[in-house]
């Protein structure tokens, strides 16, 4: 545990950071989702800035608690959690990590994006299924169970699945 006296390396912060589940896909942490876009000190206290995956995202706030509390039992009594909208977050921010471990969850991880990503939600779209691997997948709906997610079927081992959505 870090003292408040003692100087803290933005490193560890990021590290501790690591430990922080988005509130909506428990299996990825907030910085392989890539929502945490930097790690500063100001004077005795830890600033993380972070952007949304959509400006609207309900999870921010619980977002911001968690990494708040995260940081305070690692010792740092000073923590503040500044939200900032541009750039806009993209999918390209994702670890490699987070996109495995999307995978392994059973979300099918975005694709790299296009120049016109709307094509990657189009009907005939190549989106693999998580759960058998098969690329015979079909769009059932533009949303899944969060506003960031598709919803597809897999037309071999006919099961469902959300698609996280590449932009």
């Known amino acids: 545990m870090v003292t408040a006296a003692a100087p803290v390396a933005t490193e560890a912060v990021w590290h501790w950071l690591g430990d922080v589940p988005d509130p909506e896909i428990p299996v990825i942490s907030v910085v392989d989702l890539g929502i945490v876009r930097d790690v500063a000190m100001d004077g005795d206290t830890c600033v993380v800035t972070i ?23 690692h010792g740092l009594a000073r923590v503040r959690v500044e939200r900032v909208l ?15 471990a999307l995978q392994a ?36 709906s533009q949303f899944g169970s969060t506003s960031c997610k598709a919803l597809y079927q897999c037309a071999d081992c006919r099961e469902p699945f959300d698609y996280f959505k590449p932009h």
């Open 51 to 73: 952007t949304p995956t959509y400006s609207g995202c309900p999870a921010m706030t619980a977002i911001a608690a968690d990494i708040e509390r995260v940081l305070r039992a």
């Open 86 to 100: 541009a750039p806009a977050w993209t999918t390209d921010w994702m670890t490699a990590a987070g996109r495995r």
């Open 105 to 140: 969850y059973g979300i099918a991880p975005p694709a790299a994006r296009a120049v016109d990503a709307s094509a990657l939600l189009a009907p005939d779209a190549e989106v693999a299924c998580p759960q058998c691997g098969s690329a015979r997948t079909r769009l059932l």
